[in-house]
């Protein structure tokens, strides 16, 4: 199972498409969700070719440099970024990688027409297909990412109407559920 | 149920006892998990007094600010922060709001001693006594808070030896445990 966390398309608090900036503080958070439960590797997906200059910077320091001695731990974690250009180049690479065409499976706040619930999602990554979780940034992924993925995971459920989680979080979540460890 | 994130005593990565900086971020996503799962207040512990200023500053954009205005959400799960000198403190405010002495729940990501496992911290928090989870930033909380608190959580596992979650990450996973919605 990998991950991939997508700058573009994604849409604002308007609903207009744009592309996020790269925060790094999601790099380090989702990297060390993703190896504590087993998930890589971690496609960081933009356009924007400064971006990736800024993704290497950051993995020069802590996966290659300083950071790496200072701490190895985070060192492992950071390891798992790719950074892709887009979501199709992610898919075809990790295809290339499993020998079989993953199934996508996107994840949203305000998820219509989920056809996946968490149980389902255990199953499938159980399964011999390989998964690829699909994150949105900003306010989430376009409308047309979500449509064409092979499966729409149900949205995280907490105990009232409030769900504003950061993708942080929301990955975070999403993995402990699959690994159902209570 | 209500959280405190922890900035002094924590401990260094040489298990040296340390005051930890305020980090904007963990305001943001630890507030908003908690909003999600409806844990109030979430109490922000720091003995120094320019940290609170920062927190003030913080809350007053987002609260009370423009903040509130373009991002209503984030005003809404900010709101539930208060910012505290000391854990004693903190659980005094606590118990006064309750009426009861709240039980102290410390998590680390190497809990030597877990005296609770998950499905128990489930049942404490359906049960009468009110809860109060306290979790430490940098390496973790001080030795000293760990053994005085009511109860030790035992350390959340991914898929193998690798346990090196965010705090903002291990928050998330351990409120969406106790809700227990799969």
Same mark, same amino acid.
């Given at each position: 199972?990998?991950? *991939? @966390?997508? $700058?573009?398309? /994604? /849409?604002?608090?308007? +609903?207009?498409?744009?592309?996020?900036?790269?925060?790094?503080?999601?790099? $380090?958070?989702? *990297?060390?969700? *993703?190896? #504590?439960?087993?998930?890589?590797?971690?496609?960081?997906? #933009?356009?924007?070719?400064?971006?990736?200059?800024?993704?290497?910077?950051?993995?020069?320091?802590?996966?290659? +440099?300083? !950071?790496?001695?200072?701490?190895?731990?985070?060192k492992?974690?950071?390891?798992?970024?790719?950074?892709?250009?887009?979501?199709?180049?992610?898919?075809?690479?990790?295809a290339?990688?499993?020998g079989?065409?993953?199934?996508? /499976?996107? #994840? &949203?706040?305000?998820?219509?027409?989920?056809?996946?619930?968490?149980?389902?999602? %255990?199953?499938?990554?159980?399964?011999?297909r390989?998964? @690829?979780?699909?994150?949105?940034?900003?306010?989430?992924?376009?409308?047309?990412?979500?449509?064409?993925?092979? $499966?729409?995971?149900?949205?995280?459920? !907490?105990? +009232?109407?409030?769900? $504003?989680?950061?993708?942080?979080? *929301?990955? &975070?979540?999403?993995?402990? %559920?699959?690994?159902?460890?209570?």
């Amino acid at each position: 199972m990998a991950l *991939a @966390l997508i $700058h573009h398309p /994604v /849409v604002d608090k308007n +609903g207009q498409t744009i592309t996020a900036a790269v925060t790094a503080l999601d790099l $380090h958070d989702i *990297a060390r969700a *993703a190896k #504590t439960y087993g998930a890589e590797p971690f496609y960081v997906i #933009t356009p924007l070719l400064d971006q990736h200059d800024l993704v290497d910077a950051i993995l020069d320091h802590w996966v290659r +440099g300083l !950071g790496a001695q200072y701490n190895p731990d985070r060192k492992e974690a950071l390891a798992l970024i790719r950074t892709m250009p887009s979501l199709p180049e992610a898919v075809a690479d990790y295809a290339k990688a499993c020998g079989a065409r993953p199934l996508t /499976v996107v #994840t &949203s706040a305000r998820m219509d027409g989920s056809d996946l619930c968490f149980a389902a999602l %255990r199953d499938l990554a159980r399964g011999e297909r390989p998964l @690829l979780l699909l994150f949105g940034t900003a306010w989430g992924l376009a409308p047309e990412v979500i449509e064409q993925a092979d $499966h729409r995971l149900a949205s995280i459920e !907490g105990c +009232g109407d409030y769900n $504003h989680l950061s993708v942080r979080s *929301a990955v &975070s979540i999403i993995l402990d %559920r699959i690994s159902n460890r209570l």
